[in-house]
C-alpha cells in the first residue's frame, strides 16, 4: 500500500496505465486552456497563470510516464500467474513475486487490489481488496521449511478487527501449523495452504474470463473446492452464480469449462 512518503509518480505507477493519460490529459488541459484565463491580484499567482501554457506540456510528459512502466508491470504480472506449472514453481518464487501472484489472481477475479509495493513494516498487510462494498485483508508467506503457526494467524486477525475489515486472509506455500487452524475456525479468517492455493492459481488461469471463481473458502467451511471433478478428472472449483433463480448463490463448476459443464451444489 502507498506510504505517506510516496508521491504522486510513485502512486501513477501502481494504478492502470490509463489513469496516468487521463491524469495527463486533464492537466494539459487545465494548464493550456482553463488557467490561463484566469485573473487574480496576487502577482506571483497570475505570474504562474501567465506561465501556465509553457509549463503544462512539460508537466503533463511528466504525468504520462508512468504508464507504460505500469502497463508493462500489469503484463509481467499476468506472465507471472500464467507460467505457473506446480506448487514448486510457486515456492521458488520470491516473497515479491508471490505477493503479485496472490495479488493477480485476485484481481482476475474482478477484485479492485491494492499491493504494499514498498519494503517497510507493513502492519502484517500484504495485499488489501476491495469488492461489493467489502475490505479484505491479506497476508502472504512463502515459507519453504516451517508451519506458519498461531501468532501469525492471531496477530492478523489483530489486525483485521482495528483495521474494521470484513476478513483476513493467510495464504503460504506451505502448511500451517494445528493450532493455527484451531484459531481460525469460527473467525472470519481464511487460510490457504500450498496444495489449495496451487490448485486454486491452476482454477484461475483455466476460468480467466469465463465465469467468475471465488478464490478463498468461505470463512473455513467444509466445501469440496479443489476436489477432482468427477466426470472429467478436472479440479472443482467454487464459483458465484452470474444469472438465472440462483444468481449471487456459490456452486462448485469444474476448471475447465465451457469444455467440461459438470456442477453441483457447493
Excluded at 504508464?67 to 507471472?80: D, E, G, H
Excluded at 513494516?121 to 497476508?139: F, N, P, R, S
Excluded at 481460525?184 to 474470463?209: F, R, T
Amino acid at each position: 500500500m502507498a506510504r505517506k512518503n510516496e508521491g504522486w509518480f510513485d502512486l501513477l505507477v501502481v494504478l492502470p496505465w490509463w489513469v496516468s493519460v487521463i491524469v495527463s490529459l486533464f492537466v494539459y488541459i487545465m494548464g493550456t486552456s482553463v488557467i490561463p484565463n484566469m485573473a487574480t491580484d496576487n502577482i506571483i499567482i497570475q505570474s504562474f497563470f501567465t506561465a501556465s501554457p509553457t509549463i503544462a506540456p512539460f508537466l503533463a510528459f511528466f504525468l504520462l510516464i508512468p504508464a507504460p512502466i505500469s502497463a508493462f508491470n500489469s503484463w509481467r504480472k499476468r506472465k507471472l500467474l500464467d507460467d505457473q506449472k506446480s506448487i514448486q514453481t510457486i515456492r521458488d518464487l520470491s516473497w515479491r513475486e508471490f505477493e503479485e501472484l496472490v495479488a493477480e489472481a485476485y484481481r482476475r477475479q474482478g477484485y479492485t487490489v491494492i499491493e504494499n509495493t514498498t519494503a517497510g513494516a507493513d502492519g502484517g498487510i500484504d495485499v488489501k481488496l476491495m469488492k461489493d462494498g467489502h475490505t479484505h485483508l491479506v497476508q502472504c508467506k512463502n515459507w519453504k521449511t516451517s508451519k506458519v503457526g498461531v501468532k501469525v494467524v492471531r496477530e492478523m486477525y489483530g489486525v483485521m478487527v482495528a483495521k474494521h475489515a470484513y476478513s483476513a486472509i493467510i495464504i503460504v506455500s506451505g502448511t500451517f501449523t494445528q493450532e493455527a487452524k484451531n484459531f481460525a475456525v469460527g473467525k472470519p479468517v481464511d487460510l490457504i495452504n500450498g496444495s489449495q492455493l496451487e490448485k486454486l492459481i491452476a482454477s484461475v488461469q483455466a476460468s480467466y474470463d469465463k465465469v467468475t471463481p471465488v478464490l478463498t473458502q468461505s470463512f473455513n467451511n467444509d466445501s469440496k473446492q479443489g476436489e477432482i471433478c468427477p466426470r472429467c478428472n478436472g479440479t472443482l472449483t467454487l464459483r458465484i452464480a452470474k444469472k438465472g433463480k440462483n444468481a449471487g448463490g456459490q456452486f462448485l463448476g469444474c476448471s475447465t469449462y465451457p469444455k467440461c459443464r459438470y456442477t453441483q451444489d457447493a
